[in-house]
């Protein structure tokens, strides 16, 4: 009798161990990648993308990279980044090149073979000091913009490198109120709906601001909440402190959801905040909130399910990627560390996700390079 109350009792306590255990092992917005791998994204770098560059070409810091409609991936990179780091002594020449610096956008296909490379100063438009941002609209139309001292322009052209428009001006700057003058815009979408170009700016502006897609005629803009933008000083960023109603330097990026909502990276203040296109603020999140410095939220993208269940947020402060809930914005968990081999990162500055699901990164700094990571699961049937 004893025996069977002695059993009784040790089933008992094996049967609450193994339920407690698989319940801790179901997934939950504050598990880490590894904890729940059936549900959301999992993914491989391609140490083999691209493929090696033509005519001896040498890339320096990509600041963007894009994806077109046939899947082709695109860069921006600067050529003026590339220097003595990378050349050699020889008795001919105390700095010699054994590169030539590519040009500054660069298309790929999906294989990572080069397609086309053009760009520079030139033509009837103003060329930024120093490129950042690129994107590719629903019609293939190449935007870039420039974050150098007098930076202040953002270029439309076609897929060719036919110019097309111009918004701002390079060297004249209004504030973060101004209606026509743009200050060291970073980012760029393109609504194809209504054909508006939204600006992240920038660098120098605390504002996203909207203009007509052909004309580069004004629309409207809006600081952090949807608050008129305010350029007065302010303190730096302080985790205890109440989050500021105003955006940071720099509003890094900007991405429009298939529904309609406006994602905006106010990168120094570690934070994602969701607009409707009216400016209507919606909510806010925060990633790696204690992070000091140049700040968690460097660029943004979506997965490719149907919901974009997922957002992505290249991390060129912690050196990962983060990979959120897009309706909560809550971590799901990240991938990536700091480190020169395939896989890691030296100062992540964009990324882009293509219709497979896979994500593309490039690198700034001393990092100047674009990786390809392949999405090995896609999010499950619940999310879909």
Not at 73 to 88: C, F, K, Y
Not at 133 to 152: L, Q, T
Not at 306 to 324: E, H, K, M, S
Not at 343 to 360: E, R, T
Request: hydrophobic share 35%; glycine share 10%.
């Amino acid at each position: 009798m004893k025996k069977k109350i002695y059993y009784s009792y040790l089933f008992t306590i094996l049967f609450f161990l193994v339920t407690f255990s698989i319940a801790c092992l179901r997934p939950s917005e504050t598990a880490t990648i590894g904890e729940y791998s059936d549900s959301i994204p999992m993914f491989e770098v391609d140490p083999f993308w691209p493929k090696p560059l033509p005519n001896n070409w040498l890339i320096g810091q990509v600041s963007g990279v894009a994806i077109d409609s046939k899947n082709h991936i695109w860069i921006i990179h600067r050529p003026q980044s590339l220097g003595e780091d990378e050349a050699v002594q020889n008795e001919k020449s105390a700095a010699a090149l054994p590169y030539v610096p590519a040009p500054p956008i660069i298309e790929f296909d999906v294989e990572g073979k080069v397609i086309q490379a053009w760009g520079g100063p030139g033509g009837d438009f103003e060329w930024p000091e120093r490129e950042h941002g690129i994107f590719i609209d629903y019609e293939d139309n190449v935007w870039i913009g420039g974050s150098g001292p007098d930076d202040h322009q953002v270029l439309k052209f076609n897929s060719v490198g036919t110019f097309l428009l111009q918004i701002g001006k390079a060297g004249k700057t209004g504030g973060s109120n101004d209606t026509n003058l743009l200050g060291q815009p970073a980012e760029i979408d393109v609504d194809e709906i209504t054909n508006e170009v939204y600006i992240a700016d920038g660098y120098l502006n605390h504002r996203i601001i909207i203009f007509d897609a052909i004309t580069g005629k004004y629309k409207r803009h809006w600081g952090a909440y949807g608050n008129t933008p305010d350029d007065s000083a302010k303190d730096l960023y302080d985790p205890e402190l109440r989050p500021t109603k105003q955006f940071g330097n720099p509003v890094h990026a900007v991405r429009i959801s298939k529904d309609g909502l406006v994602y905006v990276c106010d990168r120094i203040n570690n934070r994602i905040q969701v607009f409707r296109k009216s400016n209507e603020f919606v909510q806010e999140g925060f990633i790696a909130k204690s992070t000091i410095g140049n700040g968690s939220t460097w660029d943004i993208d979506f997965s490719n399910d149907p919901r974009q269940t997922f957002i992505y947020i290249a991390d060129g402060t912690n050196q990962c990627v983060w990979i959120l809930w897009r309706e909560s914005l809550k971590v799901a968990g990240n991938f990536g560390r700091i480190g020169r081999y395939a896989g890691q990162f030296i100062w992540l500055h964009s990324l882009a996700v293509d219709s497979k699901g896979n994500i593309y990164t490039s690198e700034v700094h001393t990092g100047k390079r674009v990786q390809k990571f392949i999405c090995r699961a896609t999010p499950s049937r619940e999310y879909q």
